[in-house]
């Protein structure tokens, strides 16, 4: 027996997403609040393919046509999280970034305490795919550590560990240099769970006093300044990603945070809350 043709268009939540209104999931979330219509009509499950073709509305605006697909590096300091809304009403990432900035989407995770380059984008297919695992991009990160490490220890961290029933994949990992009490490590990881490194360290005996994510992939960190934003270069996306429809544009950066802790405006962007 054949199967059907699938129905021409793409899932609704996945043009939401390419749109910047939301991650998919939270566009399936909204979906089924019925705060979209498709056509007039309210619709209540995202199991529904749309086409260019078709009037789609959020909350009663019209949702625009896709943006081209973004990427820029933030430096992520100490004491923000990275979710959208935090339950306990602690500052986020989205809070500090320029007023100018478009909507965006974090790529991974930093955890409150964890400093260091965050990826932002504007587009759900590409959060997606630079999450996956099997993409295999090496994340580094410079970690200080309470304690001497020994040989030992770190050949252990290389072969990998379980904590808490929990199995974390053999990291990269050197000793920098020992500086008193305190040691300077340089990690790298291929998944990234959730507080892996600070897990993996303490069942060797090592706390971690200070973790700085310095690049994921080809992107660095480099000497962008805490709480600044740059925008990646079209072509490098090309390059490094294949997206053909990325755009050409000059690259902006907000070099210095602004007075009060808020990075400095993004010259040349228009904005698109």
Do not use: C
């Amino acid at each position: 027996m054949e199967t059907p043709p699938s129905p021409p268009g793409d899932r609704i939540a996945k043009v939401l997403a390419r749109a910047g209104i939301a991650s998919r999931r939270d566009a399936e979330r909204m979906i089924e609040e019925g705060r979209v219509s498709v056509n007039g009509k309210h619709i209540s499950s995202p199991a529904l393919n749309v086409k260019p073709s078709d009037l789609i509305t959020v909350d009663g605006k019209p949702v625009a046509a896709a943006e081209p697909a973004r990427l820029w590096l933030y430096h992520k300091p100490v004491g923000l999280v990275t979710s959208a809304r935090d339950e306990k009403g602690r500052p986020t990432v989205f809070d500090a970034l320029p007023d100018d900035m478009p909507r965006v989407m974090s790529v991974g995770r930093l955890d409150i305490n964890s400093e260091g380059l965050l990826l932002l984008t504007n587009d759900g297919a590409i959060k997606r795919r630079l999450e996956l695992p099997s993409t295999g991009w090496l994340r580094k990160y410079r970690v200080r550590v309470n304690g001497t490490p020994k040989d030992s220890d770190l050949d252990m961290l290389r072969k990998g560990v379980t904590v808490e029933g929990e199995r974390f994949q053999g990291m990269e990992i050197t000793l920098d240099r020992q500086q008193g009490a305190n040691a300077w490590l340089t990690v790298g990881l291929r998944e990234g769970k959730n507080r892996e490194i600070r897990r993996a360290l303490e069942t060797v005996g090592l706390k971690v006093g200070r973790l700085i994510r310095v690049s994921y992939g080809p992107f660095r960190l480099n000497d962008l300044a805490a709480g600044a934003v740059e925008e990646i270069k079209g072509r490098i996306l090309r390059d490094q990603l294949g997206l053909d429809s990325a755009p050409r544009l000059k690259p902006t950066r907000a070099r210095k945070p602004a007075p009060g802790g808020r990075p400095a405006p993004i010259a040349g962007n228009k904005s698109r809350k």
